[in-house]
């Protein structure tokens, strides 16, 4: 009689699901040398965008920049593979300037899987991983736990897939995405299948349960897609592309990828649409209750739309193609789980759509996700050694968010393996540092989305200097090579020169000046001035003051990041400075470290659900302790007062 043998393999780190996440995690473990192998349900799903076709928009662009300024892989991928290209929000400050880059989907998966297969150290590999391979060992006294009485902790071994094949590893990083024990639902139509169709990853969430992980169900959304030989576009606007294109990448400049650019499509739905959706409302499964997960409060449903906000008479939508060499064409803004017949019935009533014909239905889909308080600031879990977890398992959405986490969690799962300390990004440091404080943190009961006002320093935390914020981490980690680290070095040296240059070149009231700034619609000058003072004026700029400064042509040629990072810099310096000090008093409280074995019993006149809810979380510092929800500014002084007394 045979016996079953199943293969078993070794290898330094583990990354489950080769999504956005995975792929960032998998790509920097194997980069800083770990051996890493990377699984996905389907190499059809490698870097897959199964909703809107794009990366970046507001605040997410800070992330892809930051994302690339750390040594990422998502900035270079889509910069090979964008469409069209456009800077939002020009028309406000820098603060919240955002790139955005429609991409073809199809390209943007191809050149990211081939980018996995030829990365050192990496293994590519198409499996169900449906088990979770542990051992359970005593706790110290002084070791950091997730509960205050737990007396074990697990440290995690590898992984085992369906077919039964053995994975051993030192550590192990889940990206599942949104497809544990998934489910698409449109109507009272259910299939039991991930995005786009694909197999659901069941066996999974179940091992993390028995191994005492908290599971819960989110919910997102997709559009309908559509044919684009039956629209009609000239009833709609024309979205195109910007002229100036600015690359995700640091790595780029704009010559590297300028290419012809497709153009979106802007339509809006009317009264007519909602009243069919309203008279259908019964039939939808977010409303029947048929719908378990709870879904994002930032990118609603349409019928959710429609029914919160029945004082909008409508809506805009977005057709935006999927690719250049396909007629799918996406529908942003009309996400849906109505079903078939209503679907097709209200995207009818759109101008430009009456005769259109539907690809793809929009569906909703639910998912398992976990609770991310029970994580470290690394993306670790609290009482599972070597065990880390990234992306919208955490319970965010978005590529962007997800790929960010991906990295970090990939990095900390090497640097755990080479004995050194997490590298954890604060709030004043990054959009990342924001992203997962906001996420091990404070408690969501939603799909969290990245959003500009969640970032407190935003003025410091631009797209534009993600990589004069965050580069000498990117070299520290190990993630950015030589060549490259010198010329970003260059380019700060050659950006602070001349902010001190110009600063002190002084011009006079003079006629040739007076002349000069009457010509540009500015002031006259009473007094001399330095070049720093006109340029900080709203009308004019360092390019536009050429012709006053004596030494411009000594300076040399300097490129038009430079240049945007002199205006800035200069422009908004008493704010940047006023900010600065509010990020000197951010990071006192980060230093105002809580113990890890700290007995929140033990801390007299906390109420008790900040007793409850700091025991839970278990904050690092008094500054991350005061960003729990249900912690007071009256408790927070409590337990400085306890920490001040027990020195």
């Not at 997410?60 to 920049?65: D, E, F, I, T």
């Not at 977010?286 to 919160?308: Q, W």
């Not at 981490?473 to 260059?490: N, S």
Request: glycine letters at 6%; hydrophobic letters at 35%.
């Amino acid at each position: 009689m045979a016996v079953n043998s199943y293969i078993k393999e070794e290898y330094d780190i583990v990354v489950v699901g080769a999504g956005h996440a995975g792929c960032e995690a998998a790509l920097a473990a194997a980069r800083l040398g770990f051996k890493t192998i990377l699984f996905t349900i389907s190499m059809d799903s490698v870097a897959l965008m199964p909703c809107n076709p794009n990366i970046g928009g507001s605040s997410k662009g800070h992330l892809v920049r930051e994302i690339d300024a750390l040594g990422g892989e998502m900035g270079k991928n889509i910069d090979k593979t964008y469409i069209q290209s456009k800077m939002l929000n020009v028309s406000k400050g820098p603060a919240v300037h955002s790139l955005r880059a429609q991409a073809d989907k199809v390209e943007y998966t191809k050149h990211m899987r081939l980018t996995l297969q030829n990365t050192d150290n990496l293994t590519l590999r198409q499996a169900e991983v449906t088990e979770l391979l542990y051992e359970e060992v005593p706790v110290n006294a002084d070791e950091k736990v997730n509960l205050e009485s737990a007396t074990t902790k697990k440290i995690i071994k590898g992984v085992k897939t369906f077919s039964g094949a053995t994975y051993l590893a030192k550590a192990v990083v889940l990206c599942t995405g949104t497809y544990l024990k998934a489910r698409c639902i449109y109507g009272d139509v259910v299939n039991h299948t991930g995005p786009n169709g694909l197999q659901a990853a069941n066996g999974l969430s179940d091992s993390m349960s028995d191994a005492g992980i908290f599971i819960r169900r989110f919910k997102t959304g997709t559009p309908a897609r559509l044919d684009k030989k039956t629209i009609d576009f000239s009833k709609m606007e024309e979205q195109k592309g910007d002229e100036r294109i600015v690359p995700f990448s640091f790595t780029n400049t704009e010559e590297d990828i300028k290419r012809d650019q497709i153009s979106c499509w802007l339509t809006y739905t009317n009264e007519e649409t909602h009243q069919i959706i309203k008279d259908n409302i019964d039939r939808s499964p977010l409303f029947s209750g048929f719908i378990e997960g709870t879904g994002p409060r930032y990118c609603p449903s349409i019928e959710d739309k429609v029914m919160k906000f029945p004082d909008k008479n409508r809506h805009q939508l977005f057709i935006e193609p999927e690719g250049e060499f396909t007629n799918e064409m996406y529908m942003g803004g009309m996400s849906s789980s109505l079903p078939e017949d209503v679907q097709y019935a209200m995207i009818r009533t759109v101008p430009g759509l009456e005769n259109v014909t539907i690809i793809r239905n929009a569906y909703a889909i639910e998912y398992d996700c976990i609770n991310a308080v029970n994580l470290d600031a690394s993306l670790e879990f609290k009482n599972f050694e070597g065990l880390f977890s990234a992306g919208q398992l955490n319970g965010s959405s978005g590529y962007e968010e997800a790929a960010a986490q991906g990295l970090m969690a990939g990095i900390n799962a090497a640097r755990k393996l080479q004995g050194k300390e997490p590298i954890i990004l604060d709030r004043s440091q990054g959009y990342i540092g924001v992203l997962i404080d906001d996420l091990v943190t404070k408690e969501t009961f939603e799909p969290y989305r990245m959003m500009t006002s969640r970032a407190e320093y935003r003025l410091l935390l631009r797209q534009d200097n993600a990589d004069l914020r965050l580069t000498d981490i990117g070299y520290e980690i190990g993630l950015i090579d030589e060549d490259r680290y010198k010329a970003f070095c260059t380019k700060r040296n050659q950006i602070n020169a001349e902010i001190e240059r110009v600063s002190e070149i002084m011009v006079g009231a003079n006629k040739k000046v007076q002349e000069f700034l009457e010509a540009h619609n500015s002031t006259p000058l009473k007094t001399a001035a330095s070049l720093a003072e006109l340029i900080r004026r709203p009308e004019l700029d360092y390019e536009a003051l050429a012709e006053l400064d004596p030494d411009r042509e000594t300076v040399g040629p300097l490129s038009p990041e430079v240049i945007e990072q002199i205006n800035i810099d200069i422009k908004y310096e008493g704010y940047i400075t006023r900010q600065k000090q509010q990020v000197e008093h951010f990071k006192k409280m980060e230093k105002k470290i809580i113990p890890a074995d700290i007995n929140y019993d033990d801390v007299s006149n906390l109420r008790k659900e900040a007793r409850q809810k700091l025991a839970q979380v278990r904050p690092a510092s008094l500054g991350q302790a005061s960003r729990i929800s249900g912690v007071s500014p009256a408790d927070v002084s409590v337990l400085m007062i306890y920490l001040t007394a027990n020195k």
